[in-house]
């Protein structure tokens, strides 16, 4: 089992800028993909980064945050970044932090895909 815990959530004004953590504990040795995905009231949950956990760090976003937003990864803390530049107050949603596991290392963008995720955190960005 794996547990996730998002942080770093919040009210921000257009332009602005975020940073979201999600810490990870437990059987996090077999995690292979970790994404984020968002999801706001009455839409579908959207994917908006992934990265692989071990070796090279590939990444991967839609069209939607591609160069605004960046994932990145420390695995000696277990914990993977979001930071979200030039937000837009359609980027306001729950952020939540996913992950694969059983060693799964293709990045894909379903959240059926994903094993394990947290509980989430509100980004509010106000125009």
């Known amino acids: 089992q794996v547990q996730l815990v998002e942080s770093g959530g919040g009210l921000v004004q257009a332009g602005g800028s975020l940073r979201l953590s999600c810490a990870a504990s437990?059987?996090?040795?077999?995690?292979?993909?970790m994404g984020w995905f968002r999801q706001a009231p009455g839409k579908e949950r959207e994917f908006v980064a992934g990265?692989?956990?071990?070796?090279?760090?590939?990444?991967y976003y839609p069209d939607s945050v591609k160069g605004r937003f960046t994932i990145s990864r420390d695995n000696a803390k277990n914990t993977v970044y979001l930071q979200m530049n030039s937000l837009k107050p359609e980027d306001t949603a729950v952020y939540y932090c996913?992950?694969?596991?059983?060693?799964?290392?293709?990045?894909?963008?379903?959240?059926?895909?994903?094993?394990?995720w947290g509980q989430g955190t509100q980004v509010t960005v106000s125009s």
């Open positions: 996913a992950a694969k596991g059983y060693f799964r290392i293709i990045i894909t963008t379903t959240p059926e895909d994903y094993d394990y």
């Open positions: 437990g059987r996090t040795g077999s995690m292979g993909i």
């Open positions: 990265i692989r956990w071990m070796s090279s760090s590939s990444t």
